[in-house]
């Protein structure tokens, strides 16, 4: 398994130049989720060291934050976003460590979907996205304030679907 600060450098490094304006903790964390969400269904692994809670605004996670939070792998500062507010949004700085192919391509299609489910000149163009992630199977059957056990979900999941 990836480290949860080796899949994010990588994630945040990989996000488009013009939306990085878009790279918040909270966009950071729906990010991560569908990540490892598309790694349990398709690989049967995930991100390791990520325990995720079903918060009011989607899945988020105190390792996410732990991570964001080493100065000599992610930069942040004061942005406007793309929505017009102002926000603490992150870089990636230097290299980072070397990530499976698997996790590579979850990150590529986990932002394809993003950049598809784009809406612009909304007040948030990030709604769609964001709805993805709240209508996935671990999070729509997870209480509010819970803890998602994401890998019995994704197991619950594959068995549902045939998978």
């Given at each position: 398994m990836d480290s949860v600060v080796?899949?994010?450098h990588a994630t945040i490094a990989s996000f488009p130049q013009e939306r990085?304006?878009?790279v918040t903790q909270s966009k950071v964390n729906l990010l991560l989720y569908l990540i490892d969400w598309h790694l349990r269904i398709n690989k049967k692994r995930g991100v390791s060291e990520v325990n995720w809670v079903?918060?009011?605004?989607g899945p988020h996670s105190a390792e996410v934050k732990s991570a964001l939070e080493r100065r000599a792998l992610f930069g942040k500062q004061e942005r406007e976003t793309?929505?017009?507010r102002s926000a603490v949004c992150y870089d990636a700085i230097g290299?980072?460590?070397e990530i499976s192919g698997d996790t590579k391509n979850s990150?590529?299609?986990v932002l394809k979907l993003d950049g598809e489910r784009r809406s612009p000149g909304t007040g948030d163009p990030g709604a769609e996205f964001k709805r993805l992630v709240l209508s996935t199977y671990g999070v729509m059957h997870t209480e509010k304030g819970d803890a998602i056990?994401?890998?019995n979900?994704?197991?619950k999941y594959r068995q549902v679907r045939g998978l």
């Open positions: 080796d899949v994010l990085r304006s878009e079903n918060g009011s605004y793309n929505s017009g290299a980072a460590q990150i590529k299609h056990d994401i890998q979900q994704a197991t």
